[in-house]
């Protein structure tokens, strides 16, 4: 089974619906992490976790908001879909310290129409 | 603040001949660098990281890479390009709050 599981793997939704990426691991990791991925710009920090009490924004945190549910389990919502959240939502995890890689799950390619 | 910079978007090499993926990084101390490969319809993977241990890092998949202070650079090569080396490949900074910051990508592209 993969460490990092994100659902669904695919979504196609329409502008001003609500919408709900879940990201799961079994990693046992502290810290937490979305991101979404458009071409040409590689991966952009939307928020991240360090634990279940600590929710952080990243570099693009507008239009989102994130819910750390449990250690394994942390959710992103887009609470009005607009087309320009169109993209490939990341989450990742990683122990503590400076030198943990960080693991990422397969990623949900999310379409707003 | 820390940034990297990867300065081809796309390489385009011949199946069995050296590949190098260029980048540039900043920061005002000692960085952690990565460098993390996607394959198609994939996640990533991490190819190697830069610890300050040595600053040539052997990766897997016989990749591996360089780290000049003086140059400010932390370029990927590979001596010999297989044709299942063809994914897109970022080079990462850590900041000084554990965050990531990704390089834009180069599209590695081998030709048979």
Known sequence: ????TQTPRNRITKTGKRIMLECSQTKGHDR??????????GLRLIYYSFDVKDINKGEISDGYSVSRQAQAKFSLSLESAIPNQTALYFCATSGPGSYNEQFFGPGTRLTVL | AQSVTQLDSHVSVSEGTPVLLRCNYSSSYSPSLFWYVQHPNKGLQLLLKYTSAATLVK???GFEAEFKKSETSFHLTKPSAHMSDAAEYFCVVMDSSYKLIFGSGTRLLVRP
């Open chain 1, 32 to 41: 937490m992490y979305w991101y979404r991925q458009d071409p040409g710009l």
């Open chain 2, 59 to 61: 990766g897997i998949n």
């Open chain 1, 1 to 4: 089974d993969a460490d990092v």
